[in-house]
C-alpha cells in the first residue's frame, strides 16, 4: 500500500511539476485621480522636505506679474507665449552677439514642442522659467545662406505648427503655399547671409530642422535660454503678450 | 514552500484513489486570482502637487499622495505590480538640481517593480541616465534599445517576468525613434530596433517559452499619431501582434477616461492604456485568472 502511494504521488508530482495553467477570465480597468482628498504619505513627504526647501528657497521670489494665462494651444500658427519667448530671446541675447561680433540677429526661430508649460495669470518667478523651459539649452546663432532660408521656410509652411520666430514674417496662402515672407520687414534676399539664433538642441537635430546646420560660422552663446528668460522678467514688471500676425495662413476669398 | 506543495499533492493522491474515474485536470481545484497592475507614465519630476493657483492641474498630483493610494491598494491586494511607462525625468527643477536622484529615490520608496526608458530619460545624457541608477531599487526594460556598446549595456534588459501568487507575468519595455528627438551626444551609441518586430518576438518569447499568463508591454511609443496613422504607436503595435493582454503607454501625455480596447492580429482583445502625465493619475488595471482549461473558450470579460 505504501508503495502504491509513493507511486501515486510522483505521477501526480510528475504531471503537476509542469506551472499551474492560468486563463484570464476577467479584466477590469479605470484610473484613479491623484488629488487633495488623497492624504500624502507622511514619510514620503518628509524625505521630499529637504530638497524642496532648498529648490523654494531659490525660485520663489517674485519677478514679475502675467495679465493672463498663456498657453502654446492659444493660437493657430503663432501664440502668446511662443511670441514672448522668440521676441525675450531676440531682446536678451541680440546684445551678447552685437557685442561679440559686431553684427545682428536677423530672425529667431524655436519650436513650439519646447515650450513645456503654461504660463498661468499672476505672479512670476523663476520658478516659471523652469516649467516654461526646463531643458539645460543655450543659445546659439546659425549662420543661413538663402537656399537655407528657403528650406526653414518649407519647413514652417509644410508643418504648419505655431513653432515660435521672431524677426520673422511668413504668410501662408489659403493653399498652404508661401504667399509672402519677410526677413525684419524687408524682401529675403536670397544671396545675402542671415543670422539665425536658436537652441542648440535644434541646431543639433531636434524637431528634424536640419537646415540649421551652418555651411559657415556657429556661434554658441553660453545662455541658457532658461536664464534669459529669467533675466527677461526681471527686466519686465509686466508681461502681457500677444498673437499677432507674424505666421497667419490667409482664408479663401 | 516546497512542504506545502508536497501537502497539496499527496492530498490530490488521496482524491484520486477516493474518485477513480475522474480526469486529471479535475483535482486542481478552481480557484480565481486577482493581480493588479499599477501605472503612471510621463511623470515629469512632478513630485510635488501642483499649486492651488495653477491654471489647469490645481491641487492635481503629487509623490506623496500616490504613496498612500498605492499603500491602500496593496493594502487590499498584495499580488501588485507598479509600473512606469518612461519620461520620469525632465519638467521641474528638482531634475535641474538634483539630476533625476529624488525621482529614483522616491519611485524606490513607492516600490516600483518595473520601469521602461522614455526620450526625456536621456536628457542629462546616457551617462547622466546612469549615474542614478544606484538610486533605483527597481529595474529597467527596454526589448528595441541595444545598448551594447553604451554604459547602460546589461543594466537594461528586453523584459522582466515576475510571479505573483503562482501567476507569471511578462513585461517587456518598447522605446520610440531617438534620432530627431534626442541629440546624438545625448544617446550615443543606443540603437533604435524596429518595435513592431520586436513586440512580436517578445510576446511569442513570454508566452510560449516563459510561460507567462500575463504579457504586458510597456512602451514609450505613444498613444497613436492620428495626422501618422502608420507611424508605430501602441494601438499599432496592439493591432500588429499576438498574446499581448496590456500595454501600458506614454510619451503623447494622452488622457484616456478608460482603457481602449483594440483587436490584436488574431481578432483577440488587446487592453492599451495611458494616464495622461505629471502624475495626476494612477492606472489601475485588475487581471482575474482561473485554472482549467474549459474558460478558454468561454473568453475574457473586459470591464472598463
Known amino acids: 500500500m505504501k508503495t502504491k502511494i509513493f507511486f501515486l504521488c510522483l505521477i501526480v508530482l510528475i504531471f503537476s511539476s509542469c506551472k499551474q495553467d492560468y486563463s484570464i477570465s476577467k479584466i477590469e480597468g479605470k484610473r484613479l485621480e491623484i488629488n487633495d482628498s488623497i492624504k500624502a504619505d507622511n514619510t514620503v513627504d518628509a524625505f521630499i522636505k529637504p530638497y524642496r526647501d532648498k529648490v523654494n528657497k531659490d525660485l520663489d521670489s517674485t519677478l514679475a506679474f502675467a495679465v493672463d494665462t498663456y498657453s502654446k494651444t492659444d493660437g493657430e500658427l503663432n501664440t502668446a507665449i511662443g511670441n514672448f519667448m522668440a521676441d525675450a530671446l531676440y531682446e536678451m541675447t541680440n546684445p551678447v552677439f552685437k557685442s561679440r561680433t559686431g553684427k545682428d540677429i536677423d530672425l529667431v526661430l524655436l519650436n513650439h514642442g519646447g515650450i513645456r508649460s503654461i504660463i498661468s495669470k499672476g505672479n512670476i518667478t523663476s520658478r516659471t522659467a523652469y516649467e516654461v523651459m526646463p531643458f539645460d539649452n543655450t543659445v546659439v546663432v546659425t549662420t543661413l545662406k538663402g537656399e537655407q532660408i528657403k528650406e526653414l521656410l518649407t519647413y514652417l509652411a509644410s508643418r504648419k505648427r505655431a513653432h515660435p520666430i521672431a524677426g520673422l514674417q511668413v504668410i501662408l496662402n489659403a493653399d498652404g503655399s508661401i504667399n509672402r515672407a519677410l526677413i525684419k520687414g524687408s524682401e529675403i534676399d536670397y544671396n545675402k547671409t542671415y543670422y539665425v539664433a536658436t537652441s542648440d538642441y535644434l541646431y543639433n537635430g531636434g524637431d528634424r530642422m536640419s537646415f540649421l546646420k551652418s555651411k559657415d560660422s556657429l556661434y554658441d552663446l553660453d545662455y541658457k535660454i532658461r536664464n534669459l528668460l529669467i533675466d527677461y522678467f526681471k527686466k519686465i514688471d509686466t508681461l502681457r503678450p500677444t498673437i499677432d500676425d507674424r505666421f497667419i495662413q490667409l482664408k479663401d476669398k | ?304
Do not use: W
Not at chain 2, 534626442?182 to 524596429?194: A, P, Q, R
Open chain 2, 1 to 304: 514552500m516546497k512542504r506545502r506543495t508536497f501537502i497539496q499533492h499527496t492530498t490530490a493522491a488521496g482524491a484520486l484513489i477516493g474518485l477513480g474515474g475522474l480526469s486529471l485536470s479535475s483535482f486542481s481545484p478552481k480557484t480565481t486570482k486577482k493581480i493588479t497592475i499599477l501605472h503612471t507614465n510621463d511623470v515629469h519630476s512632478h513630485i510635488d502637487p501642483f499649486g492651488p493657483n495653477d491654471g489647469r492641474n490645481a491641487n492635481k498630483g503629487g509623490v506623496a499622495r500616490r504613496a498612500s493610494l498605492v499603500e491602500s491598494i496593496r493594502q487590499e491586494n498584495p499580488n501588485t505590480l507598479l509600473l512606469d511607462a518612461g519620461d520620469i525625468f525632465q519638467g521641474t527643477p528638482y531634475f535641474n538640481y538634483y539630476g533625476g536622484e529624488l525621482e529614483f529615490k522616491l519611485m524606490s520608496m513607492l516600490k516600483y517593480d518595473l520601469a521602461t526608458i522614455g526620450n526625456h530619460d536621456f536628457d542629462n545624457g546616457i551617462d547622466g541616465l546612469y549615474a542614478q541608477l544606484p538610486h533605483a531599487d527597481f529595474d529597467f526594460v527596454s526589448a528595441n534599445y541595444d545598448f551594447k556598446n553604451t554604459v547602460l549595456d546589461t543594466h537594461v534588459k528586453p523584459f522582466k517576468t515576475f510571479i505573483k501568487d503562482g501567476v507569471k507575468i511578462g513585461v517587456f519595455g518598447l522605446g520610440i525613434e531617438l534620432e530627431g528627438l534626442v541629440g546624438k551626444k545625448h544617446y550615443k551609441e543606443t540603437v533604435y530596433n524596429d518595435p513592431i518586430e520586436i513586440a512580436q518576438d517578445m510576446s511569442r518569447i513570454l508566452k510560449d517559452n516563459e510561460h507567462c499568463d500575463i504579457v504586458i508591454c510597456l512602451s514609450h511609443l505613444g498613444y497613436f499619431y492620428k495626422n501618422n496613422p502608420d507611424k508605430v504607436s501602441d494601438l499599432v503595435i496592439a493591432r500588429q501582434t499576438k498574446d499581448i493582454d496590456l500595454i501600458i503607454g506614454g510619451h503623447t501625455h494622452t488622457f484616456l477616461p478608460k482603457p481602449t480596447i483594440e483587436k490584436n492580429s488574431v481578432g483577440k482583445n488587446v487592453l492599451v492604456n495611458q494616464v495622461g502625465c505629471y502624475g495626476l493619475y494612477l492606472g489601475q488595471i485588475d487581471f482575474y485568472l482561473e485554472t482549467g482549461q474549459e474558460l478558454k473558450a468561454k473568453g475574457t470579460t473586459i470591464v472598463v
